[in-house]
T-cell receptor
Framework: GDSVIQMQGQVTLSENDFLFINCTYS??????LFWYVQYSGEGPQLLLQVTTANNKGSSRGFEATYDKGTTSFHLQKTSVQEIDSAVYYC????????????FGSGTQLTVMP | NAGVIQTPRHKVTGKGQEATLWCEPI?????VFWYRQTIVQGLEFLTY????????DSGMPKERFSAQMPNQSHSTLKIQSTQPQDSAVYLCASSPGWDQDTQYFGPGTRLLVL
């Protein structure tokens, strides 16, 4: 069945460190892929969205590249800041006729000052 | 634009009581989604509507859970005879209506069943 895998449950970095969060997906076809960020007490909010048409997305210093060959969609940022501390979710968009998002298990990022 | 509005933000019920959660989608959005978030299961899809019609309820528990969208400005998720395992954050999202559209989430309703 369709699935999204995020292996890193928690990541702790210092300010200005490089961030890399793994995400792989499994489905038929080429879905739109998303990274959502969730701050404490809030709902998930879109960080970036990538389709096979553009292959790469960026927002607020974060970048993600759609790799159809390895079915991966990793998130990276060159220099994280304390305000980036949040939970990051990789999600796979509509496929097989349903519009539901399928989320990974989330990565809790803590950035130490 | 106020974003997706969910009420109440917190709800505490006793085991066996009914809980009704409300969602007001972003004005003009034609698709409304419900998700449930727990520590153990993460973010799980429950159901969604398009132009007020139920389209996919494959994630809804077969018993006790029901969702409706009586008009374009609100949707409800009702849980009858709540159980402790129903404790979760229930998230509502809306999107403009194309299948690749971004879903915009509300802040969620935190339900605690004692």
């Amino acid at each position: 069945g369709d699935s999204v895998i995020q292996m890193q449950g928690q990541v702790t970095l210092s300010e200005n460190d490089f961030l890399f969060i793994n995400c792989t997906y499994s489905t038929t076809g080429y879905p739109t892929l998303f990274w959502y960020v969730q701050y404490s007490g809030e709902g998930p909010q879109l960080l970036l969205q990538v389709t096979t048409a553009n292959n790469k997305g960026s927002s607020r210093g974060f970048e993600a590249t759609y790799d159809k060959g390895t079915t991966s969609f990793h998130l990276q940022k060159t220099s994280v800041q304390e305000i980036d501390s949040a939970v990051y979710y990789c999600a796979m968009g509509p496929s097989s006729g349903s519009w539901q998002l399928i989320f990974g298990s989330g990565t809790q990022l803590t950035v130490m000052p | 634009n106020a974003g997706v509005i969910q009420t109440p933000r917190h709800k505490v019920t006793g085991k066996g009581q009914e809980a009704t959660l409300w969602c007001e989608p972003i004005s003009g959005h034609s698709a409304v989604f419900w998700y449930r978030q727990t520590i153990v299961q993460g973010l799980e899809f429950l159901t969604y509507f398009r132009n007020q019609a139920p389209i996919d309820d494959s994630g809804m528990p077969k018993e006790r859970f029901s969702a409706q969208m009586p008009n374009q400005s609100h949707s409800t998720l009702k849980i009858q005879s709540t159980q402790p395992q129903d404790s979760a954050v229930y998230l509502c999202a809306s999107s403009p209506g194309w299948d690749q559209d971004t879903q915009y989430f509300g802040p969620g309703t935190r339900l605690l069943v004692l």
